[in-house]
T-cell receptor, first 116, second 113 residues
């Protein structure tokens, strides 16, 4: 079974540009999460989808970040315009709704975003 | 709200020596507890988890962690480390399996030959 995949693995952009990160969850997983770790800080939650609906977006830092999950499969996270402080590693995770409340979140390899 | 403390940011240890990575959490409700590991240039991997039942949980590569409710701790131990255990280790909690994961700041374990 394929794990959570993320694309690209690395992205280097200039301040003010737009970047779109993609996450493909494990097949059949209805829960999809985005997290990020900025340099030297903790891994922080950004938002949670259940299928195509946003369940919790309390961690989104500001309106420059837009997450979508059309069709309830893969998700994209767009940063527009990117700022220097957006640099970090963006992780995606997924889990199943069918595990009786005990399923684990499985994480992808992350996308390392560098804003110059 | 939950929070996780990992007091040791870096732990150097010689190969084949024992190691303990400390984790304490704060929560007003019952939580699930996890240790995730990130090897160099790789993503986050689940190492072990405590959901309920036996307070001692083990991983396939020799790590174990013990849930101590009275001390609100979930320390990670290994009796003999290998070079390949060099990685960053994150303790984490969540209220339910589908709630957001709250991570500690991480402990960087360096195994010295």
């Amino acid at each position: 079974e394929a794990g959570v995949t993320q694309f690209p693995s690395h992205s280097v952009i200039e301040k003010g540009q737009t970047v779109t990160l993609r996450c493909d969850p494990i097949s059949g997983h209805d829960n999809l999460y985005w997290y990020r770790r900025v340099m030297g800080k903790e891994i922080k939650f950004l938002l949670h989808f259940v299928k195509e609906s946003k369940q919790d977006e309390s961690g989104m830092p500001n309106n420059r970040f837009l997450a979508e999950r059309t069709g309830g499969t893969y998700s994209t996270l767009k940063v527009q315009p990117a700022e220097l402080e957006d640099s970090g590693v963006y992780f995606c995770a997924s889990s199943s709704l069918l595990g009786g409340g005990t399923d684990t979140q499985y994480f992808g390899p992350g996308t390392r975003l560098t804003v110059l | 709200a939950q929070s996780v403390t990992q007091l040791d940011s870096q732990v150097p240890v010689f190969e084949e020596a024992p190691v303990e990575l400390r984790c304490n959490y704060s929560s007003s409700v019952s939580v699930y507890l996890f240790w995730y590991v990130q090897y160099p240039n790789q993503g986050l991997q689940l190492l072990l988890k405590y959901l309920s039942g036996s307070t001692l949980v083990e991983s396939i590569n020799g790590f174990e962690a013990e849930f101590n409710k009275s001390q609100t701790s979930f320390h990670l131990r290994k009796p003999s480390v290998h070079i390949s255990d060099t990685a960053e280790y994150f303790c984490a909690v969540t209220k339910t399996s589908y709630d957001k994961v709250i991570f500690g700041p991480g402990t960087s374990l360096s195994v010295i030959p």
